[in-house]
């Protein structure tokens, strides 16, 4: 497969496997667990993360993402373990974006200490709010763009620019931009991380993760990987191939729709803000436009302060208040009471997190009928 071909082509064929035995159209599934040893070169086993379905899939997401190679994992969460895990050491120092996913930052605070690894969390989204906090011992700089809830955008050049420059690696978590709309690496990122439990995947019925970068690196990264066991089964593996094929589509009508809502939202007397980096009041808009693509599938918003968020959630009929988030029917939540119910309200209120928040997934249905669905809920709650 050519790399230099188009996304959309990319997404469809880069990384198939041939079908020699029966010509089929879709790349065979290998579920051996026992390959022979003597006529390879690598061992292959799956968790060496080299099984013929493992490369194939690795060899698509890193074509999408422009990174010459990639590891593709259980979860999310072990892709983002193993990639930090691989990079530190007793005694190193990194630092974070204050308001990166939950998850990550619950395994930072539960399982640093007890490596010897520091950490700091950078008070702002400027670079120079990520470098006061350099140290002697610094190693690394990780940030999560657009961020969850608030969608805040975090510069990329200038960050890839600073690390550079005091000879620290990059990490991103692209998993609400989706490579559709963000292509870290061409920003001067070194690691690109993505949960693809979300745009990824698509159909909220798959977990797995993916750690991408530059081949030296993912060599590093699996050195670290093997031991630590993380890798996605065979059938997994297959499944999530054939949801990439449509993931140009669906990230397309995602994004027209997250636009649309937050434009419909923006107008309407029982909102009180709307957060969405397409909108061009929204305090990152500029740079999203310069270093994305699409402004991708997820927005926020704060009801009216006399509404109440549960129960306008709970009165949707078409959209689902479910917990996670990128599959192709739309779904909402509170982020106050489900995805950051762990923080301190101090840390809520220093993310922007509000009681009258709203984070929506736009799903691919037709903008009108969650236009409608939104409206009945709250006509029942005024
Ligand atoms: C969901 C998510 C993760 C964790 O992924 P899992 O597949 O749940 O382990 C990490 N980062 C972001 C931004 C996410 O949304």
């Not at 993916?210 to 993912?218: A, G």
Request: glycine residues 8%; hydrophobic residues 35%; negative net charge.
């Amino acid at each position: 497969m050519n790399k230099s071909a188009d996304f959309r082509t990319l997404c469809v064929h880069a990384g198939e496997l041939k079908d020699t035995q029966h010509g089929g159209a879709t790349s065979p599934i290998f579920t051996s667990t026992s390959y022979a040893f003597n006529d390879v070169e690598i061992k292959q086993y799956p968790r060496y993360f080299n099984t013929p379905n493992q490369r194939g899939l690795c060899e698509k997401i890193a074509a999408l993402e422009g990174a010459e190679a990639g590891l593709i994992f259980g979860s999310g969460m072990a892709a983002v373990s193993t990639a930090l895990l691989s990079h530190l050491s007793s005694g190193d120092h990194v630092i974070f974006q204050d308001d990166i996913y939950g998850g990550t930052r619950n395994f930072i605070k539960r399982e640093f200490p007890k490596y010897g690894i520091e950490f700091s969390f950078a008070k702002g989204l400027d670079s120079s709010d990520f470098e006061v906090e350099i140290k002697s011992n610094t190693k690394g700089l990780y940030v999560e763009t657009p961020s969850n809830p608030t969608l805040k955008i975090t510069n990329l050049r200038e960050i890839s620019r600073l690390a550079k420059s005091k000879s620290l690696w990059t990490m991103i978590d692209n998993t609400f931009a989706s490579p559709v709309n963000q292509k870290p690496i061409a920003h001067g990122i070194d690691i690109v991380i993505h949960s693809a439990t979300k745009y990824l995947g698509g159909h909220s019925d798959i977990s797995a993760g993916v750690v991408l970068s530059k081949k030296s690196i993912i060599e590093h990264v699996f050195e670290s990987a093997k031991n630590l066991g993380g890798n996605l089964s065979e059938y997994t593996v297959w499944l999530l191939e054939r949801s990439i094929k449509t993931l140009y589509l669906r990230v397309q009508a995602q994004n027209n729709n997250a636009l649309l809502l937050s434009k419909f939202l923006q107008e309407q007397d029982w909102t009180e803000q709307v957060y969405y980096p397409g909108l061009e009041d929204h305090a990152g808009h500029h740079v999203a436009k310069e270093q994305m693509s699409g402004f991708g599938g997820i927005l926020s918003f704060d009801l009216a302060p006399n509404l109440d968020a549960k129960k306008f959630l709970l009165g949707l009929e078409l959209v689902k208040p479910t917990m996670s988030l990128a599959g192709i029917e739309s779904t909402a939540l509170s982020p106050r009471l489900t995805s950051h119910a762990l923080l301190s309200e101090d840390e809520r209120q220093a993310q922007g997190i509000t009681e009258q928040m709203v984070r929506f997934s736009a799903g691919i249905e037709a903008i009108d009928d969650i236009q409608r669905d939104l409206l009945q809920s709250i006509s029942k709650i005024k």
